[in-house]
């Protein structure tokens, strides 16, 4: 199995532009996670999808981001307008439980975003 | 509020010193605890996952503890490729997923 695929690794965009990230999680895991990891805060969960459904997304930031997962072998995160301050790691992982049930996460080599 | 905290920070080791790392929590009502190992610029690895008090699990050189307050990463005999940061999460009942900020280890040849 090739694991979880994001795409892109690396993405250096200007403050007020769209940026989405993508997202492949294994094939047959039932539910997907976005985390954010930076050095002062650590890895966040931003959101999860059980069955392709959005199920919590309390750890989203703003209003500025949004995330989907139109099947079961797709998902996005979009940061629209981004800010330097949305400069991480982001994560995509993903759990061949349904979250709520203790799950242990499959994680993607994650995308390095700056935004300047 | 649940609360995850590991310690030390940051651990060197020489190659074969036995060491253990801690993680502490408070959280209303454990689901599971689980133990992963985040390589730079790499995703966090799954290591292992423990339900309740007094649970052990083991991987290689690496065994996992758990008691009501807290858990432990055993590392016996470490070689450098152990070398990585040590991340502890748990789950509380509610579903919350909460990553400690990681134990960051060396082991020197």
């Known amino acids: 199995d090739a694991g979880v695929i994001q795409s892109p690794r690396h993405e250096v965009t200007e403050m007020g532009q769209e940026v989405t990230l993508r997202c492949k999680p294994i094939?047959?895991?039932?539910?997907l996670f976005w985390y954010r990891q930076t050095m002062m805060r650590g890895l966040e969960l931003l959101i999860y999808?059980?069955?392709?459904?959005?199920?919590?997304d309390s750890g989203m930031p703003e209003d500025r981001f949004s995330a989907k997962m139109p099947n079961a072998s797709f998902s996005t995160l979009k940061i629209q307008p981004s800010e330097p301050r949305d400069s991480a790691v982001y994560f995509c992982?993903?759990?061949?439980?349904?979250?709520?049930?203790?799950?242990?996460?499959?994680f993607g080599p994650g995308t390095r975003l700056t935004v300047t | 509020e649940d609360q995850v905290t590991q310690s030390p920070e940051a651990l060197r080791l020489q190659e074969g010193e036995s060491s253990s790392l801690n993680c502490s929590y408070t959280v209303s009502g454990l689901r599971g605890l689980f133990w992963y190992r985040q390589d730079p610029g790499k995703g966090p690895e799954f290591l292992f996952t423990?339900?309740?008090a007094g649970e052990e699990k083991e991987k290689e050189r690496l065994k996992a503890t758990l008691t009501k307050k807290e858990s432990f990463l055993h590392i016996t005999a470490p070689k450098p490729e152990d070398s990585a940061t040590y991340l502890c999460?748990?789950?509380?009942?509610?579903?919350?997923?909460?990553f400690g900020a990681g134990t960051r280890l060396t082991v020197k040849p």
């Open positions: 999460a748990v789950q509380a009942r509610n579903n919350d997923m909460r």
């Open positions: 992982a993903s759990s061949p439980r349904l979250a709520g049930v203790p799950y242990e996460q499959y």
């Open positions: 094939s047959g895991h039932n539910s």
């Open positions: 999808f059980n069955n392709n459904v959005p199920i919590d």
């Open positions: 423990l339900y309740s």
